[in-house]
């Protein structure tokens, strides 16, 4: 719970933020004393943040994150390891097409061997890759225990590794292991890794706090240090969490001259996870000590697609967003207790650190009638519905809103099923059909050659104005068999659905109260290529998969403009 006297810097900084355009969208003129400083972003969620416990990236999961990283604007995407991989090494097999310098990630030249006479490096300098990101020891106790080598055999791998990355006309990049604590133990050695890199033409140095243990007053002294001798603008910082200040060293690195930084999306990673891309985001744009100084490749439009990104990554993850997560957390800007909410209800600067839609968040205040009615009022603007703020319905569909949430309806990650529930509610959707029942059988049997199988099948039972029509279908599962039996005869609705496909089913099972629930969610995109969602909750997972269905047809015919 937020409380005490709202900080005094706030209108300020909101009011240099409305000069910047930042806040209202407003493009006000802009006058700059000095002109910023480019700060370059470098995300890892696919290298990195592929170590995660339980993750486990597709190649079309990838593809859809660094497309979603290159929309946002992010400047460096680690892709992965080629070579190391199928999935890698397919994804750096052929050039897809963003505006992002795409990484790829590897070890430089095993000691003892030439460059031109090592497989892993080969295939690394093969990739279709925009830019390489080498990482080498530069801790000396590594280099002699899990390297067993030479100190300047280390240096020569180095050396070579970028050379050989420069002459293939790669950009380079070094990630020094353990960097903080080599710099520890041996200052000497790990700015003389450093430098060998940079000395050989690599665009950045990247220091790593591997073990994630080094504080940030630690880091701004030892990276003050190492841009004595490296420009700053030339060195990276690569921070894990395992003190819960991952974003904190980050910053403390920026702050004694590093200009890169790497990170991941909500800070996945092993262990306690890598610095995290989405806090780090907003802190550099919206408060005053990083936004007057430094330009990044994020734009005002990018920063309110943070919310989305960040729960589009989770949802592709299949798991719960972090509902307390700095900025973008759905209760980052949620107020429960009275006295704050009628506060914040007068002006949201007395509780807020910064203006929550800049992020694509939204402000809630709980409990409220009155604060609950205007939250539903801007969802229904939001999806294009005009209401009257003194209509009792508005009222009815909160109540409503309330009750299926509560029983694990999750209409923010479903707007096509929000839509429906207020069009109903006010008393916008024609019936177009009945569905009169149906019947899903799963079998599992020997088949003629003996074998073991399982064979499904669904028939439905619809009622479309005065025709009764029966479908069947036989699908690969029981939702899949459903669905084709659902889809498969609408009559005169039929054309309306044609181009109907679901793109996406995902399944979570909820404690919610007493008994576990399911919440299925559906998406589905149709010929024009927009997309919806849509949700179901049952204690059944056929009763929650056919709710979900039959709100993504349904609202397909909304927006077809169908006849009643
Ligand atoms: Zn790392």
New binding site residues.
Partial sequence: MRDGIPAPPYRAWRDRAHRRGGVGGELLPVVKAMAPERLYLFD?TLR?GA?TNGVDFTLADKLAIASMLDELGIDYVEGGYPGANPTDTELFAKDRGLHTTFTAFGMTRRPGRSASNDPGLAALLEAKADAICFVAKSWDYHVKVALETTQEENLASIRESVRAAKAKGREVLL?CEHFFDGYKANPKYALACAKAAYDEGARWVVL?D?NGGTLPDEIEKTVREVVKVIPGDHVGI?A?NDTDQAVANSLAAVRAGARQI?GTLNGL??RCG?ANLVSIIPTLKLKPEFAERFDIGISEAALKKLARVSHALDERLNRAPNRHAPYVGESAFTTKAGIHASAIMKDPATYEHVVPETIGNRRKVLVSEQAGKSNILAELERVGIKADKDDPRIGRLLEVVKEREAIGYAYESADASFELLARRTLGKVPNYFDVTQFDVNVEQRNNAKGQRVTVTMAVVKVKVGDDNMISAAEGNGPVNALDLALRKDLGKYQKYIAGLKLTDYRVRILNSGTEAVTRVLIESEDEQGERWSTVGVSANIIDASFQALMDSIIFKLVKSGAPA
């Fill in positions: 890892t990195d170590q990630d790593c591997t690569h894990h790497q990673g092993e890598n």
